[in-house]
Structures are given as structure tokens and as C-alpha cells.
């Protein structure tokens, strides 16, 4: 998603590949720059996730399509980013109300803020037709400082761990409960955007000198949902 100018847009089974891949990510990552930096900052540093500052008094504007199966039954989450350095999150949520017809999404984070402007239990417009109908979405910003990218990693992982639990869709998988709106492009179609992967590999190759993936958040989002990171959550 890129500045909320969105287009509408045999063998192993899909969920068992999905759930391998799944396996291997909470397997493999945990050594990952970008996690280690988040484990540290919450041991040491005190970090934990924002609460959610709740904007759904301005979503009565807002359409309230249900999902293909129905009111409050979404199918994951799908993350996106804006694409845009100059943004702020208060001018994304003001451009997004201000064209909601053409594209809006369900919260939007940063690395001190997240922002819920549209009501999960229905769908939003921000990943095309196919997408739009199964999958709650989140738009990060992009932020400049390593601690501002660590932060959003965390506050975006508690919010789809919390999504995941309050719809009952099980742990995070990769192109199953969670997908980023590149997935979206090339396994679902309707869209063609490829975020948010340049700008995780971009702000992690300049703060972290490595890389970081759907593996890597998928991991943080996992070790959220099941208590392995004890959170608390700070205040507003």
C-alpha cells in the first residue's frame, strides 16, 4: 500500500506447506538482528506495546461490508506500509478519512502509536477485491530511527497476536493468518503492490546490517500470542 493510493484491486496442501514454513520460521529466526534488538529492548529497556488509541467514533462514515463469511469473521491480517518518508500517522489517518472511497484501512502504527480508524469485525479497501473480503489490515509508517522500527515491529506483532486470538485463528502462518500485501499480490491478486518488504529490508539492512522478513514477524507475532514474551502494555 503505498501513501493510502491503494488499487482496488497435488501434492503438500497450501495449509500444510504454510504450516511448515511456519515451523521453520519460529525455528530459525530467533537470532534475527531486529528480534534480538525487540528482546532487548523489552528485558532491558522496558518496552512494551502501545494500547490501541481507538478513532472508531469518526468509522460511521465508513461502509460496514461483512467478510465473505460473515460479520466479525475475518481469515488474517494483512500488513502493508505507506511507502512515503515525509508522512505522520496523524496525516495518513486524516488523508484516509478524507478519501476513504477510494481506499482505507483498519488501524495504523508507528514506532509510538497505533491507531485503530475502521472496525475489524468488517472489511476494509486497502488489498484489492480478493483480499479485501477475508483479512483485517494494518498500514505502517515508515519511521527513521532504529528504536522507532523495533517499536513498530512490536506494537504491529501485538496487534495481529491480538487479532488472532480475538477472532480464534490460531497461531501466525505465513500466506494463512498473516500476509504481507506482497502475498496479497503475487498468491491472491487484485493488487499489485509489493509492501511492505522493501522497506523492512531497507531499515534493517541500514540500522541492523541484516535483514528482516514475514518469518521474522510472524515469529514475534507467535512468541506475543503464546505468553513466551511476557508484555504488559503501557499507557497512552
Known sequence: MKGMKFLFCAGISAVAYASVVSI???????????????????????????????????????????????????????????????????NEISYMYQHWRTAFVHDFVDGHKLIGVADTDYQCWGAGAVANTRFIQIEQLEVHSKDEFAREQLHSAKFVADQLSKYRLGNAINRKSVWTHADVSKYLGGTN???PINYWHNSSKNWFAGDYTINDFIWLVNQIKNKTLMLGVVKK
Open 24 to 90: 521453520r520460521a519460529q525455528a530459525d529466526v530467533s537470532n534475527n538482528a531486529v528480534v534480538k534488538y525487540i528482546q532487548d529492548g523489552i528485558k532491558n529497556k522496558s518496552w512494551q506495546p502501545t494500547s490501541e488509541q481507538d478513532r472508531l467514533h469518526k468509522s460511521t462514515m465508513l461502509p460496514q461490508n461483512k467478510y465473505r463469511f460473515g460479520k466479525a469473521r475475518p481469515e488474517g491480517i494483512v500488513i502493508h506500509e505507506t511507502a512515503n518518508p515525509k508522512s505522520t500517522i496523524e
Open 193 to 195: 503492490h509489493s509492501d
